[in-house]
């Protein structure tokens, strides 16, 4: 069954630090999420992405945050400058027109 | 205030009997809804989905009842596995292209053998 890849799987940074956080969605599908989980909360909507375009972002998604398709397989999230609550599981996630979202197994992002 | 919101944050049930998780969302413009499964350092799993314009929709042990005039939703699982202990997510959705999916809380399920 295809997947959805997100790596690392842990990321450890220190705070102002950037990160780039890479998924590779499923290869034929043409919209493109980030989600993040502050540990014990609920999975929390950060951008969307499609034509090679940002579609929507939440107040979360703010000017620290950018998002790339640099090729036609990845889909990175950058942090410019990591703050203590960037802490967190990072979630890609991938569909088709039609179909449900399949998400990756995520990244966990500690900065300290 | 939150779009999207579970009743019961934890529910334990024992092996084999049913569960049922609730969600309860207030925007009555949402028109596709969705349950996931997340386990511990996982990401969330699709178990089943339902579009507005239906009532329950079934799946392998799986039921996803909805009710739209009190804005109800309901995940039905049948002879509860230990398997299925983990964190269930309801999220809804509004309107068709790239609106995001809005997560509940999430509902903690316990399976006791």
């Known amino acids: 069954e295809p997947e959805v890849t997100q790596t690392p799987s842990h990321q450890v940074t220190q705070m102002g630090q950037e990160v780039i956080l890479r998924c590779v969605p499923i290869?034929?599908?043409?919209?493109f999420y980030w989600y993040r989980q502050i540990l014990g909360q609920k999975v929390e909507f950060l951008v969307s992405?499609?034509?090679?375009?940002?579609?929507?972002k939440s107040e979360i998604f703010d000017d620290q945050f950018s998002v790339e398709r640099p090729d036609g397989s990845n889909f990175t999230l950058k942090i410019r400058s990591t703050k203590l609550e960037d802490s967190a599981m990072y979630f890609c996630?991938?569909?088709?027109?039609?179909?449900?979202?399949?998400f990756g197994s995520g990244t966990r992002l500690t900065v300290v | 205030g939150e779009s999207v919101g579970l009743h019961l944050p934890t529910l334990s049930v024992q092996e084999g009997d049913n569960s049922i998780i609730n969600c309860a969302y207030s925007?009555?413009?949402?028109?596709?809804f969705i349950w996931y499964k997340q386990e511990s350092g996982k990401g969330p799993q699709f178990i089943i989905d339902?579009?507005?314009?239906?009532d329950k929709r079934q799946g392998q042990r799986v039921t996803v009842l909805l009710n739209k005039t009190v804005k109800h939703l309901s995940l039905q699982i049948a002879a509860t596995q230990p398997g299925d202990s983990a964190v269930y997510f309801c999220?809804?959705?509004?309107?068709?292209?790239?609106?995001?999916?809005?997560f509940g809380k999430g509902t903690r399920l316990s399976v006791i053998a």
């Open positions: 999220a809804e959705k509004i309107g068709g292209g790239n609106t995001p999916l809005v």
């Open positions: 996630a991938s569909r088709q027109a039609r179909l449900g979202y399949t």
């Open positions: 925007n009555s413009a949402s028109d596709y």
């Open positions: 992405f499609y034509n090679n375009e940002i579609s929507e």
């Open positions: 290869s034929n599908h043409l919209y």
């Open positions: 339902i579009r507005s314009n239906m």
